[in-house]
């Protein structure tokens, strides 16, 4: 969930290390109040130059401690604009989910932010159950043992969502409005996760739509569009 255009945090070192960052409502469509809230940042566990010398420093991070900076990112970002709703949406690289450090990292992090698990949905890509399906399995069972909610990114690709034992794991999918009306295969996996009781977030749905995307299985929006 890469954001497209984001707002400047006060009270930064220099506008070239500005850490950019947001958070978006997650709306409810029943009661139309906020359910979450999805934080968003301008840093990218890959991103950076891919050639020469500065490649060989890429991948030295480890994506366990990168997430673990990006869960105190988001607890402080909403402590500081004293915002409540919970959860807290928190992308998360492919890496983190089979890292075997990573629930003690962000463990860690959410009780330096004097927070806890239950707070944070941590949102993995569909390709991050692509490569060794038992081993992020794994992953994710070791994350909800400790208390974290876990999310599936859908809106590039949903073929992951057809795996019911994954559908047991997490607590929210993220699809494409745009998409779910013409494919036909994510039609069916939406239907299938919401009667499995997990909750659809519909990206750029349409305020008109609401009774359709609810009847689609669709149970939150961000980023509505207005009807005019």
């Not at 330096?112 to 949905?121: F, G, R, W």
């Amino acid at each position: 969930m890469q954001a497209r255009s984001l707002v400047s945090r006060p009270a930064v070192s220099s506008p070239s290390t500005r850490l950019l960052e947001r958070v978006r409502p997650v709306i409810d469509l029943r009661s139309l109040t906020a359910s979450g809230m999805l934080y968003e940042n301008s840093r990218s566990f890959d991103g950076g130059l891919r050639f020469g010398p500065a490649q060989m420093t890429l991948n030295a991070q480890s994506p366990a401690d990168w997430l673990a900076r990006q869960i105190e990112h988001a607890l402080n970002h909403v402590h500081v604009e004293e915002i409540t709703d919970r959860p807290v949406h928190v992308d998360a690289p492919c890496g983190a989910l089979c890292h075997p450090e990573t629930p003690s990292a962000c463990v860690q992090a959410v009780a330096s932010a004097k927070a806890c698990p239950q707070e944070v949905c941590l949102e993995f890509e569909n390709a991050s159950f692509s490569a060794d399906l038992t081993a992020a399995l794994a992953g994710a069972r070791a994350l909800r043992r400790v208390g974290f909610r876990l999310g599936l990114d859908a809106r590039q690709s949903s073929c992951a969502l057809a795996n019911p034992a994954l559908r047991l794991l997490i607590d929210v999918v993220h699809v494409d409005a745009a998409e779910l009306g013409f494919d036909l295969r994510l039609a069916r996996r939406v239907t299938a996760a919401h009667d499995d009781g997990i909750q659809i977030v519909a990206h750029g749905a349409a305020w008109r739509d609401h009774e359709t995307l609810l009847k689609a299985g669709v149970d939150q929006i961000v980023s509505a569009r207005a009807d005019a």
